[in-house]
């Protein structure tokens, strides 16, 4: 057995029932109408850079509003390639404790031919986040209104890089037919829930990615983000059920059918962060083109370097 989790063959399978409240189709078809008719209102800075053949900037654009008058910027890094418009692009979310990294993290897919936006999520790196939660929060992000899934945390997280998508969709420079979004760990866990909430990714490539399968995931934490709702559970035991009620509106499993795009995810057998059975109970309840890419040895790094080669290949889909 190659994993602390179930093994391999059952895992394979491994496909528990959709939590989806009855009105989780209606709660998203308005969250993302808001989201979508909220303007944009975008901004680019350039930034001196040494690296010729690319322009970056640092950019900027409304977060989701949910209700308010005044929404927080999102944004993050921006890299438009020399090569002649229209441009593939990618969108690149970040882990739970990152933000949207150096320049250098990221050139080289600019270097690549990409156009590339790295964003912050709401409340790391630049990305403010003023919005009010009532009923108090545990240490983290994992509570933030967890008692109100109109005031929940990844509400507007999650339209923010919805939102992101958008603002690189209606860029002069970028084809907005051929984009793809990625990243790791909660940045896997974002562009699956992009790739379910948007019509605009092509591809998706989510790696180890978080926010799948909920009930499992909490009862397996293991000190990790898991673990801030365990500790919220400890302290307000009477909390848990209208708190995972909250949770199975942003849980990926219940997202994952409306994904059509095609998608790589990658897993680690080892990985006690966002644990193999989480990532394949969202894999198995997709329905479009998929590939999944096992790692026995590994864990929350899901492949490292030997996985960066297949993300490679899977981005040049959007530029043959």
Known sequence: MWTFDLPLEELE?????RTAQPDFDEFWARTKAEGLAQPLNPEL???????KRVQVFSATFDGYAGGSDQPPRAGGWYFIPEDAPPRPALVIYHGYHGYRDQVASHLHWALLGFVVLAMDVRGRGEAADW??????????????????????????GYMDCVRGVEFVAQRPEVDPNRIGVLGSSQGGALSLVVAALSDRPAIAMPM????????????????????????YFIRYPEREAEGMKTLSYFDNVNLAPWITCPTLVSVGLRDIICPPSTVFSTYNHMTCEKEIAIYPYDGHSGGGDAHKEKVVAWAHRLNP
């Not at 399978?13 to 029932?17: A, D, E, H, M």
């Not at 919005?131 to 507007?156: P, Q, V």
């Not at 990615?209 to 500790?231: F, H, I, S, T, W």
Request: proline share 10%.
């Open 13 to 17: 399978s491994y496909k528990p029932p």
């Open 208 to 231: 180890v990615p978080y926010l799948c399968d909920y009930p499992d995931a909490v009862k397996m934490a293991r000190g990790n983000q898991y673990g801030e709702l365990n500790n």
């Open 45 to 51: 800075v350039p930034v001196d850079y040494p690296v």
């Open 131 to 156: 919005t009010e939660y009532s009923g108090g929060h545990g240490l983290g992000w994992m509570t933030r209104g967890i008692m109100d899934k109109e005031e929940y945390f990844y509400r507007f």
